[in-house]
């Protein structure tokens, strides 16, 4: 039985502020360390085979200090990445929702598809879950950590489970620093076994900050 552990980024000044990161690379602040070095002794203990990691550094950096508890190198991956937010990154939501209220609205609906120069969900699924795929192949029958991002972690489960956006929809954020546990077997394919795991920390505010 394979296990992929999809562990989302610790905190940023980005998402304490609400402001949407998307792939603009924000480095973690100093809760978000502290995060990350007290998560990694709980994932270091269910002995990972490899991880891998989105080649943004607060996703990089989290995985980092598993690395340096468990003598793993990180292999980053570009499809690791967060959803593109297009015309919204670096922009605050209050400011999304001044500028862009047609896309902010159906965004917050739920379209897949908003507009604004934004990654559908359906590329950002596809994108993830082969990225999710790959990752576990390194380590068949073994344990994958892999370090990514909130709103991309959700999609990339969802592609691999075969789950569509409403379903996905009433899936809660992975809050920093937390993580969604995935097994996969010859009989059932992959199966959702935990979601949102962790220590209590600073709650999820969106996907996309």
Partial sequence: MTRLIIWRH???DWNAAGRV????????????????RTAAPVLAALRPDAIVAS?????????????????????????????????????A??????????????WRAGDPDPGAG???????GKRLGAAFQEAADLAAGGTVVITTHGGGARQGVGHLL??????LRSVGSLANCHWTELRHDDVRGWHLRAHNVG???QPALTDAV
């Fill in 10 to 12: 610790g905190n940023t």
């Fill in 21 to 36: 990161q998307g792939q603009t690379d924000v480095p973690l602040n100093d809760l978000g360390r502290e995060q990350a």
């Fill in 55 to 91: 080649d943004l550094r607060r996703a990089a950096d989290t995985a980092a200090t598993l690395a340096a508890l468990t003598g793993l190198p990180v292999r980053t991956d570009a499809r690791l990445r967060e959803r593109h937010f297009g015309q919204w990154q670096g922009l």
């Fill in 93 to 106: 939501l209050t400011e999304v929702a001044e500028r862009f209220p047609d896309e902010y609205a159906r």
């Fill in 118 to 124: 934004i990654e559908s969900l359906d590329d950002l």
């Fill in 162 to 167: 075969g789950w569509n956006h409403a379903v």
């Fill in 199 to 201: 220590l209590i920390t």
